[in-house]
């Protein structure tokens, strides 16, 4: 779906800030700070502030089209929540990648003792393929 009709079905009026702010988000998937999407829309957008970039990524949160991760981070990350996935934090290069397979939606509901799942925030700690390398 385009960006402009997505953020008006949720009520979310499209300035070019706010569709700018939605789409670097989702073509970036390395969860990037506010300071990092501040930093890579300065020059497109001359006049963005911080506060802008905040109050954005505020008002997507509670709309829920962007969520925050749960990783021990000086600094708030976004992520867009469009498919299930658990996130894998590498201690050496500290970046944060996607995982599909082991998210906890793909656990058979017999397995779960009634238990019904309706979000999962879950966080792996090691270290990524190439740091491996280099280690
Ligand atoms: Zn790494
Ligand atoms: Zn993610």
Redo the contacts with the bound molecule.
């Keep these: 779906m385009e960006t402009t009709q997505l953020l008006r079905e949720y009520d979310i009026r499209p300035s070019f800030t706010r569709v700018s702010i939605y789409e670097y988000l989702k073509s970036h ?1 390395v ?1 990037p700070s506010a300071e990092d999407i501040h930093r890579a829309l300065s020059p497109t957008i001359p006049t963005l502030s911080r506060t802008t970039v905040y109050n954005t990524l505020h008002l997507l949160v509670q709309k829920q089209l962007v ?1 925050t ?1 749960d990783v021990e981070e000086e600094q708030q990350r976004y ?3 469009d498919h299930p ?3 894998f934090k590498c201690r050496k290069c500290k970046a ?3 995982l599909e397979d082991v998210h906890p939606s793909n656990i058979p509901q017999d397995k779960l003792n009634g238990f019904r799942v309706e979000e999962a925030k879950l966080v792996y700690y090691g270290l990524c393929p190439d740091c491996q390398q280099t280690a």
């Design positions: 998937r969860h969520t991760l992520d867009i929540p996935h658990a996130h944060v990648y996607d």
